[in-house]
């Protein structure tokens, strides 16, 4: 299922020809060029081989390099500005926030080694976590359901579900988010409050 078959299954009916119905198609109109944007990154990315949900939203999917068949997304998760640099396993989960200027990166090099080779680990990061600005995500780590990581930290360790980090390298704070999280992080996106209304919600299909 595509990205406006989506919208199109969840969208707002108001009755035919009143100002509502009018308002409705007029903002649907203005938002075409964003959904024919979004279908050319979704496009661009599955025929790579990444698996994307269809509610995925990109706000510059020309960031994303490497091996692109082995990255997945999934729905309703918000990737902005962000570097992603694929050459190992990254699983980005549902409902998932990635703010502009963060940098997830699955390879390195080993100093250590005189031939100086590339190293590579996979990533996860977890449905609901929220990553912020300029927040660097190094290979092998593993991002919790509902975490949070802050902005500009840096993190080379494992964050716990619920789990609020912190800093260079990122520590964890003396908090924790709720476990029970409903929201989605594209809902509030005009894209989609053009087409299911004021909540943006959306169909629950995560495939």
């Known amino acids: 299922m595509t990205l406006f078959q989506q919208l199109w299954q969840g969208r707002e009916r108001p009755p035919l020809f009143t100002k509502e119905w009018c308002r409705a198609w007029a903002k649907r109109l203005l938002q075409f060029p964003t959904l ?50 694929v050459h190992a396993p990254l ?12 940098k997830i990166l699955t390879a390195s090099h080993d100093v250590l080694d005189p031939q100086w080779p590339t190293v590579a680990g996979p990533i996860e990061i977890g449905d609901h976590a929220w990553i912020a600005t300029h ?26 579900d619920g789990a609020i980090v912190a800093g260079n390298p990122a520590r964890l704070l003396d908090k924790c988010r709720p476990a029970d999280l409903r929201y989605s992080p594209t809902a509030s996106l005009a894209l989609f409050r053009a087409w299911c209304g004021p909540s943006g919600s959306q169909p629950a299909v995560t495939s």
């Open 91 to 102: 699983l980005i989960g549902s409902n998932v926030c990635i703010n502009d200027g963060a």
């Open 36 to 85: 024919l944007k979004q279908w050319r990154y979704h496009a661009r990315l599955c025929r790579a081989g990444a698996r994307i949900a269809p509610t995925a939203f990109f706000s510059d999917a020309g960031l994303i390099s490497g091996k692109l068949h082995q990255l997945t997304v999934g729905a309703g998760s918000f990737v902005g500005r962000v570097e992603l640099s």
């Open 135 to 160: 927040a660097l995500i190094l290979l092998g780590v593993k991002i919790g359901r509902g975490a949070v990581v802050g902005a500009g930290a840096v993190v080379t360790k494992d964050v716990p």
